[in-house]
């Protein structure tokens, strides 16, 4: 069993920056393909970025990239989403997920929520104009 605990949303301005963090449960973190997804009200989840176990592997949504940076700490067990130039359209519950299977199936597969075997409760990010 996995537990995902994130930490670090909140309300900014436009333009602001977030770091969210996301603490996971579990003897064999590094093996962990880990990924952040998103979900505004009324809207599908969707995924915003993902990370391989070693960290050399990163995929971000083009809606996000060149503002986020996700990395993680495999010695804390943790990882993490820096968002900045935050615009109000990224408004929405952030959740971390882990897939605890351990092989990088490719980025198309990867991308997709339902490879994710575990999730954290959410945090709020909202973005004032």
């Known amino acids: 069993q996995v537990q995902l605990v994130e930490s670090g949303g909140g309300l900014v301005q436009a333009g602001g920056s977030l770091k969210l963090s996301c603490a996971a449960s579990g003897r064999t973190f590094s093996y962990f393909v880990m990924g952040w997804f998103r979900q505004a009200p009324g809207k599908e989840r969707d995924f915003v970025a993902n990370?391989?176990?070693?960290?050399?592997?990163?995929y971000y949504a083009d809606s996000v990239k060149g503002r986020f940076t996700i990395s993680r700490d495999n010695a804390k067990s943790t990882v993490y989403l820096q968002m900045n130039s935050l615009k109000p359209e990224d408004t929405a519950v952030y959740y971390c997920a882990a897939d605890t299977r351990g092989l990088w199936r490719g980025a198309a597969t990867m991308k997709l929520a339902g490879e994710y075997n575990y999730w954290g409760q959410g945090t709020q990010v909202t973005v004032s104009s």
């Open positions: 990370i391989s176990g070693t960290g050399d592997i990163r």
